[in-house]
């Protein structure tokens, strides 16, 4: 998802993200959309995504930053 997006749905530089990311995540699970056996994977996603958000830098340009996140997002777990 392209920065730009993101920024739409969510407040870039006040949000917790590892909850929000957990929140979605057990929703999907609760509803039939996330196999418990597909949890762990995509944790794990959800923590890389976390942690490339909590390294955005607080000033100068965002480029770099814009790239690593839209590739953190995109790169969706293997299915088992």
Sequence with gaps: MPY??????????????????????????????????????????AAEVAAVIRDRPERGPLEDFQVRLSEAASRRPERA
């Design 4 to 45: 730009a997006a993101l920024a739409r749905y969510y407040d870039l530089e006040n949000a917790d993200f590892t909850e929000d990311l957990d929140y979605w995540l057990d929703l999907a699970e609760e509803h039939g959309r996330l196999h418990p056996d597909d949890r762990e994977r995509w944790d794990a996603w």
